[in-house]
């Protein structure tokens, strides 16, 4: 397999990107690394965020901790369901997460569950919890992301725009191909190469444009829960025009509706509706108070 990854739009050449590093004799995948330091630098976004609002930094390293294992849990069992065909003749292969295989809208799912049960348990709100978790999440997801880079996995389309990311044919998955790639193959020193679009990266970056803004917003929320919802609206506005773009969609069963992108574009209305209700409901409490 051949290991470089070029933008060559942008005249970037990355001669050996590898999937994983020896340490002490044992392969360590980069994805995984990955990962982790995106949930290390989600619980240092959330436990300073709990500090600057008078929040016990304890409470949101506890949360992290059953959250991270919980999501894990979460995010493979909601990809292991919609990609059933991959491992219903090798059951074992459910374990191995070292190639991928981790949805995010699972793993979400799971952590908001954890959060109703760590938030009863320590008796803080359940929205001020969220608001405060949901920092650290957006920040874990923007460098997570960065996994997929290292597993040449969760691309778009081909493309030949400013952004396009070339890929040895041989380095990814034959199902992530499309005949739209396969007509635009290119050889590069005699390797076959598709271009395509790198929807990690639009993923990232709209990821921290995010987390920008939550992390202002979070002074100024009329409500607790209202910076989760935020988090919900704005992230799924940006993953229902990505996930449309990826060719490793996960589809409805019996359908070939993306399944993120439903239930992307379901939570950016739903989201809306509630921060607009929220919103007009502590304006009347304040103007009854008054």
Not at 81 to 106: Q, S, V
Not at 222 to 230: A, C, Q, R, S
Request: contains cysteine.
């Amino acid at each position: 397999m051949h290991t470089f990854i070029d933008f060559p739009n942008l005249g970037i050449h990355l001669e050996n990107v590898g999937k994983t590093v020896t340490v002490f004799g044992f392969d360590i995948a980069y994805y995984g690394i990955t990962i982790a330091v995106g949930m290390l630098a989600g619980i240092l976004v959330a436990t300073q965020v709990a500090k600057r609002t008078g929040q016990k930094q304890e409470d949101y390293i506890d949360l992290a901790i059953f959250g991270i294992i919980f999501g894990i849990i979460g995010a493979r069992i909601y990809y292991v369901i919609f990609a059933w065909d991959m491992y219903k003749d090798n059951l074992l292969e459910i374990f191995n997460t070292r190639h991928g295989g981790l949805a995010i809208y699972g793993g979400v799912i799971a952590a908001v569950i954890t959060v109703f049960v760590v938030a009863r348990v320590k008796k803080i709100p359940v929205g001020l919890m969220l608001d405060i978790g949901g920092c650290g999440l957006i920040t874990g997801q923007m460098i997570g992301r960065w996994g997929n880079f290292f597993n040449r996995e969760a691309f778009g389309e081909y493309t030949n725009g400013p952004l396009a990311m070339r890929l040895p044919l041989d380095a990814v998955r034959s199902s992530d191909v499309t005949q739209m790639m396969r007509d635009h193959v290119q050889t590069v020193d005699g390797v076959s190469c598709i271009q395509v679009s790198p929807t990690f990266l639009y993923e990232s970056f709209w990821c921290l444009l995010v987390l920008i803004l939550m992390l202002l917003y979070t002074r100024r929320k009329k409500f607790n829960g209202e910076v989760f919802l935020l988090y919900l609206a704005g992230y799924g506005a940006g993953r229902f025009w990505i996930e449309a773009l990826r060719t490793d969609q996960l589809w409805i069963p019996g359908t070939e509706i993306p399944v993120s992108q439903v239930l992307a574009g379901t939570l950016v209305i739903v989201s809306v509706i509630l921060i607009i209700w929220g919103r007009k409901k502590q304006k009347k409490v304040r103007e009854a108070q008054a």
